[in-house]
């Protein structure tokens, strides 16, 4: 079975720095993709970004990016110029080809500090 | 464009009552599911739906029911409530397509005393 493992329950950043989320999984497959899921005080999940295993390049949309390791089974979130609205949870996900089951990390409390 | 749909928002029942948590969307996706979120354990998977009239069990089924008549709902019954199913309840759905991501309900807040 996947498993996906947040190890940071709760990170910091001031405002306008750089913070990097942790995110490593364990899969024997191939062939999946891989999320960063960010849940607000309103209780949304709403997709900040995707990674499919098989593209080399790592994903990027607007101040978010992730490293993505495949030989290490490590995705993890780098978030630039921090604002006071990326202040959330952040889970990272998993899904194999051929299976729409979602397998969730624990998550990452963002704390932005003004 | 209202996407996901789930009610009510929050719930208070007693141990032992039932209850239906409903999930409805109007992007006519194929694939719907239920999870659970705990502190400090992420979501979790309960039941899980590829299309009408056909459903499977997540990663913690226990003590819930589902069913999928049509291809917009997919309520969630709880048939005797217990105060171990505390917890908010996401409703999912996606095209099924292995490039396209989950859309999420609004999450319903459940306390069981």
């Known amino acids: 079975a996947q498993t996906v493992t947040q190890s940071q329950p709760e990170m910091s950043v001031q405002e306008a720095e750089t913070v990097t989320l942790s995110c490593t999984y364990d899969t024997s497959e191939s062939d999946y993709y891989l999320f960063w899921y960010k849940q607000p005080p309103s209780r949304q999940m709403i997709l900040v970004i995707r990674?499919?295993?098989?593209?080399?390049q790592n994903a990027t949309e607007n101040r978010f990016s992730v490293n993505f390791q495949k030989a290490a089974k490590s995705f993890s979130l780098k978030i630039s110029d921090s604002q006071l609205g990326d202040a959330a949870m952040y889970f990272c996900a998993y899904r194999s080809r051929g299976n729409e089951k979602l397998t969730f990390g624990t998550g990452t409390r963002l704390t932005i500090i003004p | 464009n209202a996407g996901v749909t789930q009610t009510p928002k929050f719930q208070v029942l007693k141990t032992g009552q039932s209850m239906t948590l409903q999930c409805a969307q109007d992007?006519?996706?194929?694939?719907m599911s239920w999870y659970r979120q705990d502190p400090g354990m992420g979501l979790r998977l309960i039941h899980y739906?590829?299309?009408?009239?056909?459903?499977d069990q997540g990663e913690v089924p226990n003590g819930y029911n589902v069913s999928r008549s049509t291809t917009e709902d997919f309520p969630l019954r709880l048939l005797s409530a217990a105060p171990s199913q505390t917890s908010v309840y996401f409703c999912?759905?996606?095209?099924?397509?292995?490039?396209?991501?989950?859309?999420f309900g609004d999450g319903t807040r459940l306390s069981i005393l």
């Open positions: 739906s590829v299309g009408a009239g056909i459903t």
């Open positions: 992007m006519n996706h194929e694939y």
């Open positions: 999912a759905s996606s095209t099924g397509q292995y490039n396209q991501p989950q859309h």
């Open positions: 990674q499919e295993a098989y593209k080399q």
